[in-house]
């Protein structure tokens, strides 16, 4: 059975925690294809409330292989934290595999990263200040460290050596005092017989699983609008949060791939810096913010809420071969009197139907939309279509034909059960 591909449409946080969940029920392998502890997923289930940032979502699904894929940056540290309170909660972790071809997100990653960020003044992108832009950057100029070096304590021993050598004349230039390699070292001995059980040739069992025709289910991180080619560059991500990605992450080919998902809120938001067209800056953002406790849960900043945009959606739907979506947090609508979809881009005069590569041409845009009413009504406690108000089906509708494919599965809570699944759902 090919993989199924779970990705998010906008800019992160759109719920991709709870529907992997979900469709982790039925997976052999669930893996974590990209990005690092920059980005965060939330799940509710009967053991608690967790806030994951490196650990796939399938590890609560005792049949499933959770794997840390290659194209992820692990903290090491950061790592461990989340594996100590699974097991504190009751979570046994044998089944969970990293990729000792992923990269380690070192100690000086954070620091350059922090100092960067600090000297863009302005123009900060608005990173979580984790690394992950460094650790990245580092990989690309082959200069990165490996999970796989972790178990060559000689080879480390020298790499590290001159790798501190060299990042401390990079810290030197913004005043910063140096990095210790001796102590680097120590704790990344410490972090090697740690790791040491699960670290695994991932690529090879996504592969021997699907020989096997078993379930694969690829979890990515972030959203394609932060992707470093097809998002809004520079206010992206390092990594490449796509289907394309998330194969090139997983250790994958393209043709193997039976789905991709992606999720969408039924509203937007975003973190940090960046374009955003249909950002609301008055009570009706601060209303969707406060009601939807829209914080981060990696670094607690509020996100900025807006409208749906379905130009950028409709954007993401097409370049990753979308058929069906998930559609969260649709509860947090209820109490608004009317909503509005983002249906075009205007420009000087001129209608633009996908978003502008240039980063000086997002401010001239202004959003076109159409309105709806609202429904005015609790829907938490729907699980079809035809319990829901027909203004909250028409909105659903709305979003459909602008996106282009279909709405699959619709979350109207916060806990697993809480979730309409349209015609089966993407479980059938």
Known sequence: MPARLVIGGQWGDEGKGKIVDALAEQAAVVVRATGGNNAGHTILNPLGKFKMHLVPAGVFHPQAT??????????????????????????????????????????????IDKLEEQQRGGSAIGTTGRGIGPAYADRA???????????????????????VERKNKILSLYDAPPLDARQILEECFSFAEQLEQYIAP??????????????????????????LDFGTYPYVT???????????????????????????????????????????????GDHIRERGQEYGTTTGRPRRCGWFDAVAGRYVVRLNDVERIALTRFDILDTLPELRICVGYEANGTKIDHPPAGEGQWSGITPIYETLPGWQSDTSAARSLDELPAAARRYIERIEGSLGARVALIGVGPSREQMIRVDGGVLV
């Open 66 to 111: 959770s794997i840390i894929g290659n194209g992820v940056v692990i903290d090491p540290k950061g790592l461990l934290d989340e594996l100590a309170i699974l097991k504190r909660a009751g979570v046994d972790t044998p089944r969970l595999r990293i990729s000792d071809r992923a990269h380690l997100v070192m100690p000086w990653h954070p620091l």
């Open 141 to 163: 100029s082959r200069t990165g460290v490996r999970v796989a070096d972790l178990r060559d304590e000689a080879f480390l021993t020298a790499k590290v050596n001159d790798l």
């Open 202 to 227: 991932t690529e090879m069992l996504v592969q021997d699983a699907l020989d096997r025709g078993e379930e694969v289910l690829v979890e990515g991180a972030q959203a394609a609008l932060l992707d």
């Open 238 to 284: 390092s990594s490449f949060p796509t289907a394309a990605g998330s194969c090139a992450g997983a250790g994958i080919a393209p043709t193997q791939v039976r789905e991709t998902l992606a999720v969408f809120k039924a509203y937007s938001t975003r973190v940090g810096g960046g374009p955003f067209p249909t950002e609301l800056a008055d009570a009706t």
